[in-house]
């Protein structure tokens, strides 16, 4: 499987001649969803979801369908009939090839007095990419490749390296860091790389690994 990193919390997955891409927001390329087969996103909020990009996708090609929980599936069925799928925790689905479990329920807690809304995590292919959106979730099954989450209003670095501890990946690609500036990111991947257990990297918007 081929992984390429897209800015801030955007993934694409290419097997088979397939593309799966995950939470392709407002922070993230204009056409980071173009050219997808299909497209799971992880909650509502506008850095992984944004309308314009997904519908952008959903126009170029009319098979293109999209997995998300109620809150964004509501936004878009209706201009998307039977193209938009509601799923939810321990749900499994088949999305363009590639076999997905739901793990989670919840966002992480920003402040106490902001209501939590829901964010679901996908796992991929039997744990070769687990995507946890805006929470810490444990899918509790085996995973290869964690997208990490590592700087976020929702969390603190030891908290990001107690979770790559907890989920145990054979590796952790950086997500949710477009809000992590130039001179924080050595002092992140050095603590994260020394403290979490794993081997912890970072891809540049745009660059690959096989996976």
Known sequence: ?????????????????????????????????????????????????????????MDADPATEIWTLRSVADQLAAAFPGRVHTVGHGDTFTAAGFDVQVHGELHAVIHPDIPRITNVGFLVDGGTVFHPGDALTVPGLPVETLMLPVMAPWNKISEVIDYVREVKPRRAYDVHDALL?????????????????TDHQRLAPGTSADV
């Open 181 to 197: 500036t130039d001179l924080a990111r050595p002092i992140y991947d050095r603590q994260i790389g020394a403290l979490g257990g």
């Open 1 to 57: 499987m081929k992984l390429t990193k897209m800015s801030h919390a955007c993934v694409r997955l290419e097997k088979d001649g397939r593309t799966l891409v995950l939470d392709p927001g407002g922070f993230s390329e204009q056409d980071a969803a173009v050219g997808a087969d299909a497209i799971l996103i992880t909650h509502e909020h506008a850095d992984h979801f944004d309308e314009g990009r997904l519908r952008a996708a």
